[in-house]
């Protein structure tokens, strides 16, 4: 069995910054990619930022500059530090990882989700 649990979501006044973390947990034999989705109600999830294994990166155009995902693989760790944050960014925020597990099928997995706020 997998787990996925994220943290750090919160309420931050624009301009401010946030780090959002998860961790995976369980019998894991590997995992690939490592990512954050965000959603904001009546709209689909949407991509912010993805990391190989090897470390590459990809960010949604709206957060680049702005955002920055990185990863442990020792730790199986994924986190996401928002700077310069916009009420735009607010959403819950989703933690998903491709996990191959030590038996069964490699399978996404994602957190229960975080939510973010950026107001005055």
């Known amino acids: 069995q997998v787990h996925v649990v994220e943290a750090g979501g919160g309420l931050v006044q624009p301009g401010g910054s946030l780090r959002l973390s998860c961790a995976a947990s369980g019998n894991i034999l590997s995992i690939g990619r490592m990512g954050w989705y965000r959603q904001t109600p009546g709209k689909e999830r949407e991509l912010v930022a993805i990391i190989s294994s090897g470390g590459a990166s990809t960010y949604a155009d709206s957060v680049k500059g702005r955002f920055t995902i990185s990863r442990d693989n020792a730790k199986k760790t994924v986190s996401l530090q928002m700077n310069s944050l916009k009420p735009d960014d607010t959403a819950v925020y989703y933690c998903?990882?491709?996990?191959?597990?030590?038996?069964?099928?490699?399978?996404?997995?994602w957190g229960q989700g975080t939510q973010v706020t950026v107001s005055s």
């Open positions: 998903n990882t491709f996990v191959t597990p030590t038996s069964g099928v490699s399978t996404t997995y």
